[in-house]
């Protein structure tokens, strides 16, 4: 086997030719792994027995799914946690072992409940940090046996053949797929699909903050080229700050994320490292220029949350719209800006591709439901597990008195979980209604997690398309998620046992897990996820031509639905009675309300057709809801 030059990867400034400068003057002050560990590792004993103390407080006392846990993967937390607690009396400055081990064991508690929600986060200097390799690796499964495939390398990466479409055999000297399964292995994930596709991930890309460094300074990937022969190169596993990303949300909608903080990191890194225009285009957007888009998409405010554009695929021509993440700051805008690209987007059909996203705003989520459907969206309700500890907090604060009265009776119920109620309110989850006709298809992946897992369950919940995965399961991440800090700022308790974590350490945990609705209600959510309904492996064409098969298959779904249309042409008032024009397609019957309350049905063919509804007089909103066969298909609301 043929071998590349050893020191391709010795020096971050190999392969720092890009295109964006802030980029590349932030990864200038990259380290390699050996130099940044020199300095790692102050926390004295009675630090070490502080983090163990706060990580027993919020795994027994605000953890919602340690019963969950303990059934469904035969674990223990709060008693290995006692372990450690106990050792670390037994130890002294002197005899302790080195921090790295300490770290080593949290990080075993909490994988141990495979919950990206609940996670431990190293201290400095490892927190903020992301360690990285030059390239990625995705799985493609087109052939009898799962291949592994490099998709992106960074600029100035120059080796024999090692370029898209380059095939890894071996990683260090192990056959690539008994890498990837021992590599899963070490990360958290609800089910085995999740597992599998982070233990991928994971081979080039980790957050320092959820996870220790590395064990090796460097690997060693053997490869055939796309010059089709045998090759190894060597490289050096790289640390550099996180770039910082988008403001999140605050106020009250802060206490509504469902997010997996790991993969919104990642998902930043990825821009800084891939794709790095992007972060010109948010600096740009930033300083009052006007938004740019790359060919063929539509120019977003947003350009890191959406990707939109038309696809053309051997169906038709469709819309497809990527959402990256909901992680924003302000739900109403990310919707509003939802709304406005799926109204440039081709209205035969439309592609809402959530792959990788991790997550962020659950009214963000929640909200943009209603816009595909005509339906009444119920946004999934939530629950504490009852502990006297969640029952204080929930008294101290006017935002969760609702959960209160059921945590009072479980007193004398002796229930386990608290009233099921939404974080979402139910009234804006309807207040702007349908604005996308065709029809819809979502694509999934076991990487879409938490707030993305609620948006995927109540797309098909609701029934407003067809569900194509790329794997058997979304990451399964179904709660609400708090971080440590957030229980010593925002509830005032007497007697608080609740401590500031030194050198920036922190905890997360879900302290409340979501259900489904429809069908499926009362369903958890996580470890489950949401389970495709049509399934598409990824073949080696779409990881290098821009997922081609995989926009294909959605063609075929959705030119095998019917395209709606209701708009209402004309409004008049006259005599008390209020007169619609409507246009119409593929309904037999509309429905007319004023101001909620029924005025009128009648039975339309397709194109023009009029209505009149008496008793208009003082109508301040007409709601017409288009039927076809009895089933409500579309729905469109104006105001008066």
């Known amino acids: ?59 027994e006392q605000n953890y919602v799914h340690l019963p969950l846990k303990i059934a469904m993967h035969a674990v223990n937390p709060v008693q290995r946690l006692r372990l450690i607690r106990r050792q670390l009396e037994q130890q002294t400055p002197a005899t302790m072992p080195p921090e790295w081990i300490f770290h080593a064991e949290m990080s075993k508690v909490f994988h141990s409940v495979r919950d990206l929600h609940t996670n431990y986060q190293l201290p400095a200097p490892f927190a903020n940090k992301i360690a990285f390799l030059p390239f990625l690796v995705e799985e493609t499964g087109d052939g009898p046996d799962p291949r592994f495939l490099v998709t992106l390398v960074m600029p100035g990466v120059s080796a024999p053949g090692f370029e898209p479409g380059a095939e890894i055999t071996h990683w260090s000297g192990v056959p690539i797929e008994q890498a990837v399964e021992l590599n899963a292995g070490r990360f958290a994930g609800g089910n085995a699909a999740a597992r599998r596709s982070r233990g991928i991930e994971s081979l080039t890309l980790r957050s320092l903050s959820a996870h220790l460094p590395p064990f090796e300074e460097w690997v060693t990937v053997s490869y055939v080229g796309t010059d089709g022969e045998e090759h190894e190169l060597r490289f050096f596993w790289q640390i550099v700050d996180s770039f910082e990303g988008r403001e999140g949300p605050e106020g009250e909608e802060a206490r509504v994320l469902g997010v997996d903080y790991e993969a919104e990191e990642i998902g930043r890194a990825k821009v800084m490292l891939f794709v790095p225009h992007v972060i010109e285009q948010q600096q740009a957007l930033a300083a009052g220029q006007a938004p740019r888009s790359a060919a063929g998409e539509v120019a977003s405010t947003m350009p890191e949350v959406f990707t939109a554009r038309s696809v053309e695929t051997p169906s038709g021509t469709f819309g497809h719209i990527r959402i990256h993440t909901f992680w924003v700051r302000n739900s109403s805008a990310f919707v509003a800006e939802f709304v406005r690209l799926i109204g440039i987007l081709p209205q035969n059909g ?138 010593l700022s925002d509830f005032p308790l007497t007697a608080s046992p609740y401590r500031p974590l030194p050198n920036g350490a922190g905890m997360r945990v879900s302290i409340r897990r979501s259900l489904r609705v429809g069908d499926r209600s009362g369903t958890p959510l996580e470890d489950l996820g949401v389970v495709p309904d049509e399934r598409h492996r990824m073949t080696r064409r779409d990881l290098l031509e821009g997922n081609v098969d995989l926009l294909a298959r959605a063609g075929e779904l959705l030119a095998a639905q019917p395209v709606r249309e209701l708009n209402i042409a004309d409004v008049a008032r006259a005599d008390g009675s209020l007169r619609l024009k409507v246009r119409t397609s593929n309904i037999d019957r509309v429905d007319v309300y004023l101001d909620r309350r029924p005025g009128a049905s009648v039975d339309v063919p397709d194109g023009q057709a009029e209505v009149t509804v008496t008793g208009a007089t003082a109508a301040r909103a007409v709601r017409v809801e288009g039927y076809a066969v009895g089933e409500l298909v579309a729905s469109r609301t104006m105001p008066l």
Request: glycine share 8%; charged share 20%; aromatic share 8%.
């Open 350 to 487: 439309l592609i809402v591709d959530v792959r990788d996203n991790g997550g962020g705003s659950v009214w963000a989520s929640e909200l943009t439901l209603q816009t595909l459907t005509a339906r009444h969206i119920t946004p999934e309700p939530f629950q504490f597990i009852n502990t006297p500890l969640n029952l204080r907090i929930c008294r101290s604060s006017g935002d969760l008195e609702p959960w209160v009265p059921s945590m009072e009776q479980a007193v004398e119920t002796g229930a386990a979980f608290s009233a099921a109620l939404p974080l979402t309110p139910e009234d804006r989850a309807n207040q702007i209604g349908q604005q996308y006709f065709g029809p819809v298809v979502l694509i999934t992946n076991a990487r879409c997690y938490s707030a993305t897992d609620m948006f995927a369950a109540g797309f098909q919940d609701h029934r407003i398309g067809i569900v194509l995965g790329t794997d058997d399961n979304t990451g399964a991440g179904g709660a609400n998620v708090w971080q440590q800090g957030d229980f």
């Open 1 to 59: 086997m043929g071998r590349a030059d050893s020191d391709t990867s010795a020096a971050p400034s190999d392969y720092l030719e890009l295109t964006a400068e802030v980029v590349r003057d932030h990864l200038a002050a990259a380290t390699p792994l050996e130099a940044f560990l020199e300095g790692a590792g102050t926390l004295t004993l009675d630090q070490r027995m502080l983090l163990v103390d706060q990580a027993l407080v919020l795994l």
